[in-house]
Each structure stands twice: as structure tokens, then as C-alpha cells.
């Protein structure tokens, strides 16, 4: 029986975690500052730190979390917007990408403690949003490979690292 109850409090610790994570990017997210069709967000980080806080699966379950939440009309994506139009309008995909960042991330994490390989399984759960995010905003839009990467992409790039550095340094003392 111990065994049993220490799998289920696990289960429950774990959620619970997943939960919080979730509860996290619903209160930064919002937060947010418009500069052209995408904004500099604080989901980014709150994404970075679920995948370096959480096991892979609930890491991606906390990010899917909190796009169902915003789905459902909760006032937590950027600007406090909310509702299916933003997680399927013009920068839909780099909301779409969360759960495969916070999951990336987290296997990076859950190989290794070195933060040089941790902040480049940062760089690489960033590759993965600018892909989905870029080509869907393409789709989305029609505009062009350079206009949308000079929109979406390269004036986030820096601050995405920096916001993922600082998840992994939260993360490191919350553990």
C-alpha cells in the first residue's frame, strides 16, 4: 500500500506543479507590449519555466492548459485578450508552439544540469515557435518570408533568450 499512496501523492504533487505553471502564464501573458503584429510577452518566460520546472508531459499538459483556458474566452493571452480568434487568427501558431517549446525544453532539462546545453535547448524550443509561428503568420497574413521575420522574429530573439535564461536561473533556486 505505501507504494501506492506515494505514486498518488506524486501524481497529485506533479499536477499540482503543472497547475501552477499554468496559473503563472495566465498571469504573465497578459502582460504584454505591442510592438507591430506580434507583442513582447511575459508567456514566453512563464512557457520556459514549466518546461524547465516539469517533466516533459506535464509541462506540455500545463502549456495546453493554458491555451484551453484562453480558448475558452479567459482574458490570458497577450493584452489580455482571449477567445478561439486569437489562438487561430494571425499569430496563432506561435501560441500553438507552447506546449511543444515547454515539452523541448523540459527533455533538454530532464538529460542534463549543464546550463550551456540548457540554454541551447532554449534556442531550439525559440526555433520551434519562430517556425510554426512565422509560417502560420505567413499563411495567415500573405506576407513574405523577409517582412515576416523582420515583424515576428528578430526583434524577439534576444529578449526570448534573456526571458529563457531567466527561467532556467528561476528554476535552478525554486528546485
Not at 495546453?64 to 479567459?74: D, M, R
Not at 517549446?101 to 549543464?114: F, G, P
Amino acid at each position: 500500500m505505501p507504494t501506492q499512496f506515494s505514486s498518488s501523492a506524486s501524481t497529485v504533487r506533479g499536477l499540482t506543479r503543472a497547475a501552477l505553471c499554468t496559473a503563472c502564464a495566465c498571469l504573465l501573458a497578459p502582460v504584454s507590449i505591442p510592438i507591430g503584429p506580434v507583442s513582447l510577452t511575459l508567456g514566453v518566460f512563464a512557457i520556459l519555466l514549466a518546461g524547465a520546472l516539469l517533466p516533459p508531459a506535464l509541462a506540455a499538459l500545463s502549456a495546453c492548459a493554458y491555451l484551453l483556458l484562453g480558448f475558452a474566452g479567459l482574458p490570458v493571452f497577450a493584452g489580455f485578450a482571449a477567445g478561439p480568434g486569437v489562438l487561430f487568427g494571425m499569430t496563432g501558431g506561435y501560441l500553438l508552439a507552447y506546449p511543444i517549446m515547454a515539452w523541448l525544453l523540459s527533455m533538454v532539462c530532464e538529460k542534463t544540469r549543464s546550463r550551456g546545453v540548457r540554454m541551447a535547448g532554449v534556442a531550439l524550443a525559440n526555433l520551434c515557435c519562430y517556425l510554426l509561428g512565422t509560417a502560420w503568420f505567413m499563411a495567415a497574413t500573405g506576407m513574405g518570408l523577409w517582412a515576416s521575420l523582420s515583424a515576428c522574429v528578430i526583434p524577439f530573439i534576444l529578449p526570448d533568450l534573456a526571458k529563457g535564461w531567466c527561467a532556467l536561473w528561476l528554476a535552478e533556486r525554486l528546485r
